[in-house]
């Protein structure tokens, strides 16, 4: 490092690490501070050599200063005995700067808040101003502009001219006033060791407190003797280097996997063994390079207990330390659900051997090539499955000289993607959409320019690096796109990198814009944040982790019983549903939650978690959700549940001993008028007291349902069939309480119990609309738009079999775009009805203009055109940054065109496109704030369809539709809009209403809330 280069903000950085080293070493915040000035003024003095790490220097300087402090403390309590008669005198100085303190938090607190903000992540946390950019989310110019004036307001508040006392405080502040770049003059380094007086300032009036108030019992009780104050001064260093000594033995242990804690305070340690995978490929051969993942099924641990091993060039794979029993292996190139899973079984102590047979796949041949048509050599050809965290992903192959490359058994429900460095990542190609009678496949993979790159290292608290951490870019989506057939949208999941010995990583080929980032290290917190990705960019990070602590217990029910086989976990909020016995998703990002499941004796320990408030959740028999291990859809009656957020400190371990509760219960059964039991219809429970609503997913096939976690009270139950006619009352029953008497909810009426028929025609692609890449696929959808059926096909014939009477339609999909839709028809009870043959008509085209406000200029944005029509929208989407936009194919019928992009209007656009015809259409294109509308309403929602209109003037802005039993009451909807006067309207089937006039005066991204309740009117 070159001295005349030296900035203080190089220092700053490395001052939260430091700090917690130095009160690792001394035990005392306040002797801490002081090794780090201390450290920090030799820096200044005499900075490192060229060459030499700037991070490992301050620590080898910080640990001599602390050996240096050790040897003179003997030395220090003399003099302070040789000082006691002088005590009153320090106590009255302690009052004058525990008033200076006071004086400048004040300060502090009555600037602005903008000022204050950046004033306090500056200089009270340490952070450099592109830190709190970053945080904060504002350009770094901007953060510096505010630390300018924010300290010049703070010189105008205390800084008076003739005061004393505000001559002591301009001394403080001026370190802080100094410019963006400031000369490394003997004067500035003198003041700059000041700086670190500011965070001393903030906490010296408690420390002080605690001082004075040793001061004070120690007078009473052994007198103002220095002896009397030496003693009580070394009690407190003793209790001290016991508190650091203990603390630095729970560190080491958690390091080492070891328990901490008295004995019999957790669960054994398991037994463990190894598992050799023997990997084949379809034919039989070696299958090198695939990865295997491999889950016990005894491992207490829920969502992270996976491991990925992939095969060396003999196609085997060792994978240690797995819990004994049986564990559940399957490929990346596994087709979703129970095919292509092997189980097998861990031995304790030996050495496992199983073989992993990779099931027959597709061979796919393809090129990686730039947006002008040129291979792209060295590219990373990844391979998406239907997995959405760290699994959903894998690098697969890396093209050759030509951008070629080959693969073989892949999953032809799959999808393959590309990256490079200096590329936005391609497109995903979906493997069902190409060609099925071609073999091989045939894809191909385009980049286009412009992609970020982020590299980084990850270090420990202390500032040793992490080797083995795993770093996740990318977000994974809380639910799969799914197509009307079923089968599933694969997406880009989230991207891994393992961290080397120097605990660095590293990416490229980074898609632009906030993308979230996770670490997770085994013994450590898992590590969350966004970053801002820019096109083209290069990004440097340093990430120190937290060894954070472990919330261990025992799981227990009301009566006091330990729970086996319940699932704790830590959310990111607390759980919210109207349904008890449906737990909640895994939110836990690209690593799940932490998560783990009680032993025999409903003992549990959870992994590393940082300190602070969390959110607790213990239950066994809940139903949860995610994509992880931790759904458990068969699980046993629901034997109750428990939250609990609570504040936990850093003391490396917590206890936490949740009691489950199952609440009150309301049970029965729900039967038509003949008898026949009502199967997979929605039972509900509304509080008549407080409006609360709890819901039985669906009753069983003998009509039962059963309604648990409720409050001791009157309820209304409530029955729900689609089939009811429309005159028909409410299968409902009021004033139940719950006790262990079932009741009976038995309708007026009986489902149609005429004789069903049957639908045959064939199909001519007159029009020449259908590709041959992909199979139509053709539904029988009924008036209401509520029930589907597809075709059996054969050829171009097609086969809907035993349909009830009612009107209905046939139509046509292609890779979920919409092709056509026939005529209706009326099918009559046993009517077996050929409706000829159907021949597809000429579609119609979309040419779409953008004019761009001076504000979304640069903005990129994805179209959405709608088919709104449907109960199940379909849509085409199309990424865009152009001005112009042509979608060919769109079968005619009504449209709406929707953008979405970062910060821009999300007004739609009502189109009909007609056969045979181009329609040219204008598309505004501008920015709008952020607005919520929240609708609530009280009573039973028994309400048909809700409506909810935003219009300025004659323009709808913004609307939605749903079904008033559905929706989570107050539901949200979210909009952005720009500057001007609207109206919000809210309505419902059954006559109730709402409307709120509001006004929008900025684009910027700030919040609006809008509030409307319905009434009837």
């Not at 992903?393 to 999808?415: E, I, N, P």
């Not at 976690?709 to 309820?715: D, E, I, P, S």
């Not at 409530?718 to 262990?740: C, F, I, M, N």
Request: charged share 25%; hydrophobic share 40%.
């Amino acid at each position: 490092m070159d001295p005349s280069h030296f900035h203080p903000d190089d220092l700053i950085e490395h001052r939260e690490a430091l700090g917690r080293m130095a009160r690792a070493l001394v035990g005392d915040r306040t002797r801490a501070e002081d090794l780090v000035q201390s450290t920090f003024l030799t820096a200044l003095e005499s900075p490192p050599r060229g060459g030499h790490s700037l991070r490992a220097w301050l620590r080898r300087v910080l640990s001599s200063r602390a050996t240096d402090a050790q040897r003179s403390r003997a030395a220090r309590r003399s003099a302070e005995r040789a000082v006691s008669d002088g005590w009153a005198g320090q106590r009255n100085q302690a009052d004058q700067q525990l008033e200076l303190a006071h004086e400048l938090v004040d300060a502090v607190r009555e600037l602005g808040e903008a000022y204050r903000t950046v004033i306090t992540l500056r200089y009270f946390e340490g952070l450099p101003p592109r830190a709190i950019a970053l945080r904060l989310g504002l350009p770094p110019s901007t953060v510096k502009t505010r630390l300018v004036r924010g300290l010049q307001k703070l010189r105008e508040r205390i800084a008076r001219p003739g005061d004393g006392e505000g001559r002591e405080l301009r001394v403080v502040l001026a370190p802080l006033a100094w410019p963006v770049h400031p000369p490394a003059t003997a004067g500035a380094i003198i003041n700059w060791g000041q700086l670190f007086m500011w965070k001393k300032l903030a906490l010296i009036a408690a420390a002080l407190v605690a001082f004075l108030g040793t001061w004070h019992i120690a007078g009473r009780s052994i007198g103002r003797s220095s002896d009397g104050i030496a003693r009580s001064l070394e009690a407190v260093d003793k209790h001290r280097t016991e508190l650091v000594h203990q603390s630095q033995t729970a560190r080491d242990a958690q390091s080492e996997g070891r328990e901490v804690g008295p004995a019999g305070d957790s669960a054994p340690a398991p037994v463990r063994g190894t598992l050799v995978v023997r990997a084949l490929w379809s034919d039989g051969s070696r299958a090198a390079g695939l990865r295997v993942c491999v889950t016990p099924v005894s491992d207490p641990l829920v969502g992270r207990s996976t491991i990925a091993c992939v095969t060396d060039a003999s196609g085997i794979a060792r994978v240690e330390g797995l819990f004994a029993g049986a564990v559940v292996l399957e490929s990346d190139r596994s087709p979703r659900g129970r095919a292509g899973v092997l189980r097998a079984e861990v031995v304790a102590g030996a050495d496992s051997e199983v073989v992993f047979r990779q099931e027959l796949g597709v061979v796919v041949e393809g090129t990686v090539v730039d947006g002008d048509g040129r291979p792209i050599s060295g590219a990373a050809v990844w391979l998406a499955n239907w997995h959405r965290d760290w699994r959903g992903g894998r690098l697969v192959a890396v093209s050759d000289a030509g951008g070629r490359f080959v693969l073989r058994d892949v999953c032809a429900t799959q999808s393959l993607g590309a990256t490079a460095a200096g590329y936005e990542p391609s497109d995903l190609v979906d493997l069902e959409l190409v060609a099925m009678s071609e073999s091989p496949r045939r894809v191909r993979l385009e980049l286009l320019a412009g992609g970020a790159a982020l590299s980084g290292r990850v270090l420990s608290s202390e500032g040793e690096a992490i080797q083995g951490a795993r770093v996740a870019v990318g977000s994974n989506l809380a639910f799969d796109p799914t197509r009307v057939d079923g089968t599933s949208v694969e997406r880009w999941a989230p991207r891994i990198a393992t961290t080397d010995a120097t605990g660095g990583f590293e990416f490229h080929g980074l898609a632009q814009g906030s993308q979230p980032l996770s670490i997770l290290a085994a013994g450590f917190a898992e590590w969350r944040s966004v970053i801002d990705l820019v096109p083209a960019s290069r990004e440097f990070l340093e990430v120190d982790l937290q060894r954070g602590i472990r919330v261990h217990g025992v799981v227990r029910d009301e009566a006091g019983v330990p729970v086996a086989g319940a699932v704790v976990l830590v959310l990111d909020k607390p759980f919210q549903h109207p349904e008890p016995t449906r737990g909640p998703y895994d939110t836990g990002a690209s690593f799940h939650c932490p998560a783990v499941r009680s032993d025999e004796q409903g003992r549990f320990e959870l992994p590393p978690v940082a300190p602070g408030q969390l959110h607790l959740y213990a239950s066994k028999g809940a139903r949860f959700g995610g994509d992880t291990p931790l759904r458990t859809w068969t699980s046993p009656i629901f034997g109750g549940a428990t939250q609990e957020t609570l504040n936990v400190p850093a003391l490396g371990r917590f206890e936490w001993n949740p009691v489950l509760r199952v609440g009150a219960v309301i049970h029965g059964r729900a039967a038509y008028a003949d008898g026949t039991p009502m199967v997979w219809v929605v039972v509900t429970a509304l509080d008549e007291k407080t409006g609360e609503r709890f819901m039985d997913h669906r009753t069983g096939a003998d009509g039962s349902f059963s309604i648990p976690g409720l409050n001791v009270g009157a309820f209304t139950v409530t029955a729900r069939d689609s089939s009811a006619p429309a005159d028909a009352e409410p299968l409902q029953q009021k004033g139940v309480w719950p006790s262990e008497s079932a009741i009976e909810l038995v309708a007026t009426w009986s489902p149609s119990r005429e004789l069903p028929g049957s639908v045959q025609g064939r199909w001519l692609d007159k029009a020449q609309r259908l590709s041959v890449a992909t199979s139509p696929v053709f539904l029988l959808e009924n008036e209401g738009l509520t029930a589907w059926e597809h075709a059996n096909l054969d050829g171009n014939a097609f086969h809907f079999s035993d349909v009830a009477p009612g009107r209905y339609r046939v139509r046509v999909l292609q890779a979920d775009d919409p092709i056509q839709a026939w005529d209706w028809f009326e099918l009559e009870p046993g009517e077996d009805l050929d409706l000829g043959t159907l021949e597809t008509a000429a579609g119609g085209s979309l040419h779409i203009h953008f004019e761009r406000t001076e504000a979304a200029r640069k903005s990129s944005f994805e179209v959405h055109v709608i088919a709104p029509e449907r109960y199940y929208p379909l849509r085409r989407a199309v990424a865009s940054d152009g001005s112009e936009l042509v979608v060919g194919a769109l079968a005619p019928g009504p449209y709406q065109v929707r953008l979405y992009g970062a910060q821009l209007s999300t007004q739609p656009l009502d189109i009909e496109i007609r056969a045979d015809e181009v329609l040219e259409v204008r598309k505004l294109v501008e920015t709008g704030a952020a607005c919520s509308l929240e609708v609530s309403g009280a009573g039973d929602k028994a309400w048909g369809q809700v409506t909810l209109e935003v219009r300025r003037g004659e323009e709808l802005f913004d609307s939605m539709t749903g079904s008033a039993s559905e929706l989570r009451w107050p539901f949200t909807h979210h909009a952005r809009l720009p500057v001007g006067m609207y109206v919000a309207r809210a309505a419902t089937e059954s006559g109730l209403s709402a409307r709120r006039t509001f006004t929008i005066s900025s684009d910027l991204d700030s919040q609006a809330e809008i509030r409307l309740e319905l009434r009837r009117r």
